[in-house]
Structures are given as C-alpha cells and as structure tokens.
C-alpha cells in the first residue's frame, strides 16, 4: 500500500511516498531554517506563507522520485496535530483538496506519533509494545507504545520541553537557530563536569520532567558572567549543561522502563539526534540487557516519511477522516 504523506507543523514543507510504512519510495523537504535564522527562531505567520508557496512543487517532486502518479497513491495522510496553527492548515487543506480531487481516503496523522514512527523506518524489526522517549523542541515525553495507533504517556514535562531548553540557552549565548544543533556540536568539545546546573525533581511524579529551572540557570549563568566581564568557556558550558538535560531524559527513561517492566526502548523526535543521548540510552540500555532502538538521523527532525509510516498504521486502525478536517493546535499523543 501506498501513502501520499504531507508535513507542515512548522517550518519544514515536507512530503514523501511510503510503502507499507516501512520503505521510503521518495522524500522531499523544503525547509525555511535560513529565513528564521534572522529572527532566532520560527515565525509562524512567515513558515505559513512558505508553505503556501512550496508545497505544491514539494509535493509534485515526491511523487516524482517515487516514479508514480497520484493514480498509484493508495491513501493520503497529513499531519493535523499538533504544531503551529497556520502552517498545518495549510498542509491539511492541501491534502482535502487532493483527496476530494481523487477520491482517495484520507488519513489524519498526529505529528509526535509520526516521530516514533520514524523508527520504523529506521528498523523494520521493530514492533509495538515498547517505550519511546520523544524528545523535540515542544515536547517531552515517555510514551507506552501499546499498539501502533495505540499509546499511554507515563511522563511529560511539567514546564519546557528539552529541545526548548536547548535552544533558549543556545539563544542566550549567542549562537544561531536552531541552537541546540550548534550546541550538541560545540558541547563534543568541552568538559561536561565544569559547570554545575541543577537536576530538578518533580517529587510526585517520578517519570516527569522539569526544565525551566535548568534552563533559568544557564541563562542567569550566562548573563552574570558577562555582567562580571569573566570569560566564559562556550565549550564547557555547552558540555556541562548538555550533560545535566540527557542525565534527566536518562534517568527517567530507564526508571520507567524498569518500573513497567519494559526491555524494549526507542527515542524519537528532533533532540533523538543529539549525539550525547544517543550514547548514553544505548550504554544504559545495554547495562541492563535492553533492546534499544534509535532512528537514523535523518528522520529524526521534521519530515514526510514518518508521517507517510504513521499513516499507513492509522488506515489500517480505520482512521480515515472526511472533508470536515481541521488543524488542531493541540492534541494529547494518546488520543481516541
């Protein structure tokens, strides 16, 4: 089966054929990162815009490296949730349009879904259950991935999301958008135990996290260093601070997993591609005898073909929406 897949939920137009939610016939991504460059982070009137002008020709060029026709598409499956309002109308109206143009069904896609669904690609052994740390600018969770279209959240942050905190203190040293790739890049090169940053708890909710308290303490860190006119070791502090987020995503993660009795792991979401948590969830999972799976890096920020993966499990389940689709701002992952 063939999907025609769309994702615009931020500052990528992207889209892609998947067959059978495993193998990637093609995938294109038009993305907007050098424009929002100028602002340190995305502005969403200016990523609608964009997406209005590029996803027709986005779309015409996946199905061009596919080597197919919207004739030889099976279902389309675009991301309505959740993510910044305009951009996936866009998306969203664009894929009725072409659904009402065809006949052909049409499949609603929630955006974190997608992301773990990026392993699927990655890892065509890999089946439900297990557990999956989704970790992206706006989102950080721990999802029990009971079924495909099936999911329970065990832990959320209670504040920012860790890709969030990234960026801002990326932001607050200076550093261009997006911030937390240039610090997991400079981070390979300082001493992570030269600064020390907090670790917050949330003591009645052991699988929850909290990072504004560590994100405040970096940029107070940052700013009362420069007030002092001291130097200040980009390379250290990118380090140490990368060290103390992924000690918290870490420790959680496998606490969880122990707890729920779950040997099967996966990460997903844009900050999956960060070099230090890849490491330390595969030395932690290999400690304890888990299987644990990580996408390749070139799904693990936005795309199509995640959305095209999810798509193809959400038919099947019989999620298949009518002209009246809208874009949701906000969606829970284990919504009905």
Not at 173 to 181: E, F, K, R, T
């Amino acid at each position: 089966m063939k999907i025609l897949s769309i994702e615009t939920s931020c500052d990528e137009t992207a889209a892609a054929v998947v067959e059978d939610g495993r193998k990637v016939l093609g995938s294109v991504i038009a993305s907007q990162v050098e424009e929002h460059k100028l602002y340190g982070g995305v502005v969403p009137e200016i990523a609608s815009r964009r997406h209005a002008e590029a996803i027709s020709q986005v779309v015409a060029k996946a199905l061009d490296d596919a080597a197919l026709t919207l004739e030889d598409i099976d279902a389309i499956a675009v991301t309505h949730a959740p993510g910044l309002i305009g951009a996936l109308l866009v998306g969203v109206n664009f894929a009725k349009g072409l659904s009402l143009a065809t006949g052909k069904p049409l499949v609603p896609t929630h955006h974190l879904r997608s992301h773990i669904a990026s392993n699927y690609i990655s890892h065509k052994e890999l089946k439900p259950p297990f557990m999956c740390l989704v970790v992206s600018g706006g989102h950080s969770h721990i999802v029990m991935v009971e079924d495909y279209t099936k999911m329970k959240v065990i832990g959320r942050t209670r504040d920012d999301a860790a890709g969030e905190a990234f960026d801002k203190a990326a932001r607050a040293l200076g550093m261009p958008y997006p911030g937390g790739i240039e610090m997991d890049r400079i981070a390979e090169l300082g001493d992570p135990t030269a600064f020390k940053f907090p670790r917050p708890v949330v003591h009645d909710a052991p699988y929850d996290f909290s990072f504004s308290g560590l994100k405040t303490a970096v940029i107070n860190l940052i700013h009362n260093t420069e007030q002092r006119g001291e130097p200040l070791s980009k390379e250290d502090l990118c380090a140490s601070f990368r060290s103390a987020v992924v000690e918290l995503l870490v420790s959680n993660f496998m606490k969880a997993c122990e707890d729920f009795g779950v040997k099967t792991l996966a990460v997903a979401g844009g900050v999956s591609a960060n070099s230090l948590l890849r490491r330390r969830l595969s030395e932690e999972s290999a400690k304890r005898g888990f299987t644990f799976f990580k996408p390749d890096k070139s799904v693990c920020t936005d795309n199509a073909a995640m959305v095209g993966s999810q798509g193809y499990y959400e038919y099947l389940s019989g999620n298949i929406a009518d002209l009246s689709l809208n874009a949701c701002a906000t969606l829970p992952i284990d919504y009905r």
